[in-house]
C-alpha cells in the first residue's frame, strides 16, 4: 500500500460511510459540485472497490447527463471529457509500466485547463501534484454495497471544499429534498455559485454565498463595503421578499441557511429577453413597465426579516457612484494608454464626476437593483402584465436615482441596442411615468439618465477589461466597441460636456 493510502486510512480529514452504490453517485455528485481547474482527485481501493463507480458518477454529474456514456481507460489511459465549465480527464493507470509514462499522457498540459480523475494513483509513485485530494474507498464489513470513504490532502483547503459541499447536501435534506440531483449552473465575479436542484420534475435553484471568515480577501471586501455590494444573503431575503410583496415576479424562497449562506429558491427558467443574442422587442417594453411600476411606488430603506431581524438597503453614495466610475481609470485606461492613470488624471476625473452627480441631486430616488439588464431578466412565456419578467441578481440594490436601472436596460451591456429601440423604450417609460403621475419631472429624469447610463459604462468598461487581463476571460473585450458606443450616446448632452471631452483622450 503507497504511502498516500496510508495515510488517507490514518489522517483522514472525512470518513464517509456509504450503505449503498445510490449513496456513492450522490457524494459522487456533491464532490463534482466543488471541483475547479487544476483539481486532482486520487482514487485508492482494491479491485471491486468502487473506484470506477464512483468516477463514471462524478463525471456524469458534471456533465449534468446522467445517461453518458464513460468508457474505462484501462487501455487508452486517460480520456478527456469536455465540458461548457472545463474538462474531466479521467485517468486509469492500472496499466502505467513507469510513473515516467504519466508525464507522456500530459497530465500537466490538462490540468491548465482542466481536473483530473485518476484511478491507480499509487502507479504514479511520486509524480503526482501535492495538493490532490486523495480518498482511499474500503469496504468495512461484509455488507456488499456498503463502503467507507476516507479523504485526505496536503492541500489545506480541501476540508473546507468538501465540508461546504456536504453541508449543501444536509441543508437541503433539512428542505426536504435529500436526494435531489445536484447541477452546476452558474458562478459569477464573486465567490457565490448557483446550482439547479432537481427531484423528480420538480426543479429549484440553490445559491451558495460563502462570504464568511477569510473567503474573502481584505482588499476585495474593502472595495465591496466602499461601493455598498451586499456582503451576505440575508439581502437576498429581504429584497425578494419586498419585491414580491410590491407585485413584482421575484423567485419565491423555498428554504435558507442565512448564517451558512445557502438559499433554496423557485426556479423561473434560463429563457431571457434576448433571443440568440438579440433584444426582443416586445420583451424590453414588458421590462421598462417593471420599472415603471417600481419607480412610481415608494420603497423602504429598512426591510424586516422573518426571523425578527431588518436589513439595511444601503444609499448609493457619491463616494461609491465615483469609485465604481474609476474602475475606467484602473483598467481602461491603462489598456489605451500603456501605463496607469496619474494622480492629475485621477484629480481631475473625480472633480469632473462629483460635479456631475452634483447636476442630478434633486432626481428622483428610490430603490435600484443595480443590474436590471437582460442576463438577469426571464421571460416567463404566457404571464401577463410585469409578471412576463422575472427578476433575478439582485442582491446588490441601493437607494439611489432611479434612472440607473433605466439606462441598464436601454445600454443592456450583453446585446447590441440601437438608437430607434432605445428611443422607442425610452419613450414608453416616459410615458408610463407620466400616466402614473401629472408631476413626473421629464427633464429632471433625462438628466439624470445621461448621467447614470455614462457612469455604468464607465464602470463595465473597467470590469470587461478586468476580466480579459486579470483573470484571463478575453472574450469580454469583443464587448468594448458596444460599450464604446453606448458612452458616445450618454455623453451627448451639453451638460456633459466636459466630462466628454475628458474621455475623448481615451475613446481608442
Known amino acids: 500500500m503507497a504511502d498516500h493510502q496510508l495515510q488517507a486510512l490514518s489522517d483522514a480529514?472525512?470518513?464517509?460511510?456509504?450503505?449503498?452504490?445510490?449513496?456513492?453517485?450522490?457524494?459522487?455528485?456533491?464532490?463534482?459540485?466543488?471541483?475547479?481547474?487544476?483539481?486532482?482527485?486520487?482514487?485508492?481501493g482494491d479491485l471491486g472497490a468502487g473506484k470506477?463507480?464512483?468516477?463514471?458518477?462524478?463525471?456524469?454529474?458534471?456533465?449534468?447527463?446522467?445517461?453518458?456514456e464513460v468508457p474505462s481507460p484501462t487501455f487508452t489511459l486517460v480520456q478527456t471529457?469536455?465540458?461548457?465549465?472545463?474538462?474531466?480527464?479521467?485517468?486509469?493507470?492500472?496499466?502505467?509500466?513507469?510513473?515516467?509514462?504519466?508525464?507522456?499522457?500530459?497530465?500537466d498540459d490538462l490540468l491548465e485547463t482542466g481536473a483530473a480523475l485518476i484511478e491507480w494513483p499509487e502507479k504514479a509513485d511520486d509524480?503526482?501534484?501535492?495538493?490532490?485530494?486523495?480518498?482511499?474507498?474500503?469496504?468495512?464489513?461484509e455488507a456488499?454495497?456498503?463502503?467507507?470513504?476516507?479523504?485526505?490532502?496536503?492541500?489545506?483547503?480541501?476540508?473546507?471544499?468538501?465540508?461546504?459541499?456536504?453541508?449543501?447536501?444536509?441543508?437541503?435534506?433539512?428542505?426536504?429534498?435529500?436526494?435531489?440531483?445536484?447541477?452546476?449552473?452558474?458562478?459569477?465575479?464573486?465567490?457565490?455559485?448557483?446550482?439547479?436542484?432537481?427531484?423528480?420534475?420538480?426543479?429549484?435553484?440553490?445559491?451558495?454565498?460563502?462570504?464568511?471568515?477569510?473567503?474573502?480577501?481584505?482588499?476585495v471586501r474593502s472595495y465591496m463595503e466602499k461601493v455598498h455590494l451586499a456582503r451576505d444573503c440575508r439581502a437576498i431575503v429581504a429584497v425578494g421578499t419586498e419585491l414580491r410583496n410590491h407585485g413584482l415576479r421575484a423567485p419565491d424562497l423555498l428554504a435558507s441557511d442565512l448564517d451558512n449562506g445557502l438559499i433554496l429558491s423557485?426556479?423561473?427558467?434560463?429563457?431571457?429577453?434576448?433571443?440568440?443574442?438579440?433584444?426582443?422587442r416586445e420583451r424590453y417594453l414588458a421590462a421598462v413597465d417593471v420599472l415603471a411600476k417600481m419607480h412610481g411606488e415608494v420603497w423602504p430603506k429598512t426591510v424586516s426579516l422573518a426571523d425578527g431581524g431588518h436589513y439595511q438597503v444601503p444609499d448609493y453614495s457619491s463616494d461609491a457612484l465615483v469609485a465604481e466610475a474609476?474602475?475606467?481609470?484602473?483598467?481602461?485606461?491603462?489598456?489605451?494608454?500603456?501605463?496607469?492613470?496619474?494622480?492629475?488624471?485621477?484629480?481631475?476625473?473625480?472633480?469632473?464626476?462629483?460635479?456631475?452627480?452634483?447636476?442630478?441631486?434633486?432626481?428622483?430616488?428610490?430603490?435600484?437593483?443595480?443590474?436590471?439588464?437582460?442576463?438577469?431578466?426571464?421571460?416567463?412565456?404566457?404571464?401577463?402584465?410585469?409578471?412576463?419578467?422575472?427578476?433575478?441578481?439582485?442582491?446588490?440594490?441601493?437607494?439611489g436615482p432611479?434612472?440607473?436601472?433605466?439606462?441598464?436596460?436601454?445600454?443592456?451591456?450583453?446585446?447590441?441596442?440601437?438608437?430607434?429601440?432605445?428611443?422607442?423604450?425610452?419613450?414608453?417609460?416616459?410615458?408610463?411615468?407620466?400616466?402614473q403621475s401629472a408631476e413626473f419631472d421629464e427633464a429632471g429624469f433625462s438628466r439624470a439618465y445621461a448621467v447614470m447610463a455614462a457612469q455604468r459604462v464607465s464602470k463595465i468598461l473597467g470590469i470587461f477589461v478586468r476580466l480579459a487581463e486579470r483573470d484571463g476571460k478575453s472574450a469580454y473585450l469583443s464587448h468594448l466597441p458596444r460599450m464604446l458606443g453606448y458612452l458616445d450616446r450618454a455623453l451627448d448632452r451639453p451638460f456633459l460636456s466636459d466630462l466628454k471631452d475628458w474621455y475623448a483622450r481615451y475613446r481608442h
Not at 450503505?19 to 456513492?24: I, K, L, M, Q, R
Not at 470506477?52 to 453518458?68: D, Q
Request: aromatic content about 10%.
Open 13 to 44: 480529514f472525512q470518513t464517509i460511510d456509504i450503505a449503498d452504490e445510490h449513496g456513492t453517485r450522490r457524494l459522487a455528485n456533491d464532490i463534482a459540485m466543488v471541483l475547479k481547474p487544476g483539481d486532482v482527485i486520487c482514487l485508492s
Open 127 to 141: 509524480l503526482l501534484p501535492g495538493n490532490a485530494l486523495w480518498i482511499q474507498i474500503t469496504q468495512p464489513t
Open 266 to 280: 423557485s426556479d423561473l427558467g434560463r429563457e431571457t429577453i434576448v433571443v440568440d443574442g438579440k433584444p426582443v
Open 326 to 399: 474609476a474602475l475606467f481609470l484602473d483598467w481602461y485606461v491603462p489598456k489605451v494608454t500603456g501605463k496607469p492613470a496619474d494622480e492629475t488624471t485621477r484629480s481631475e476625473f473625480e472633480r469632473l464626476w462629483r460635479n456631475a452627480l452634483e447636476g442630478i441631486r434633486d432626481a428622483q430616488m428610490g430603490w435600484l437593483l443595480r443590474d436590471f439588464h437582460s442576463p438577469n431578466l426571464l421571460w416567463q412565456e404566457g404571464a401577463q402584465g410585469t409578471d412576463r419578467v422575472g427578476l433575478i441578481d439582485f442582491q446588490d440594490t441601493v437607494y
Open 81 to 107: 471529457y469536455e465540458f461548457d465549465r472545463f474538462d474531466l480527464s479521467h485517468f486509469d493507470l492500472y496499466r502505467l509500466e513507469e510513473p515516467e509514462e504519466l508525464e507522456e499522457l500530459g497530465l
Open 52 to 68: 470506477s463507480t464512483f468516477t463514471r458518477a462524478l463525471i456524469r454529474a458534471f456533465a449534468g447527463e446522467p445517461e453518458l
Open 402 to 435: 432611479v434612472a440607473y436601472d433605466v439606462a441598464s436596460l436601454l445600454l443592456d451591456a450583453r446585446t447590441d441596442i440601437d438608437i430607434a429601440l432605445e428611443t422607442e423604450l425610452n419613450d414608453a417609460y416616459v410615458s408610463a411615468r407620466k400616466m
Open 144 to 219: 456488499e454495497d456498503q463502503r467507507r470513504f476516507s479523504l485526505y490532502s496536503d492541500d489545506p483547503l480541501w476540508p473546507s471544499r468538501i465540508g461546504q459541499s456536504l453541508a449543501t447536501r444536509s441543508f437541503l435534506g433539512a428542505a426536504g429534498v435529500p436526494e435531489a440531483e445536484r447541477r452546476f449552473l452558474a458562478g459569477d465575479a464573486s465567490l457565490r455559485t448557483f446550482e439547479t436542484v432537481t427531484t423528480g420534475t420538480s426543479t429549484a435553484v440553490l445559491m451558495r454565498w460563502p462570504f464568511n471568515g477569510d473567503a474573502v480577501p481584505e482588499a
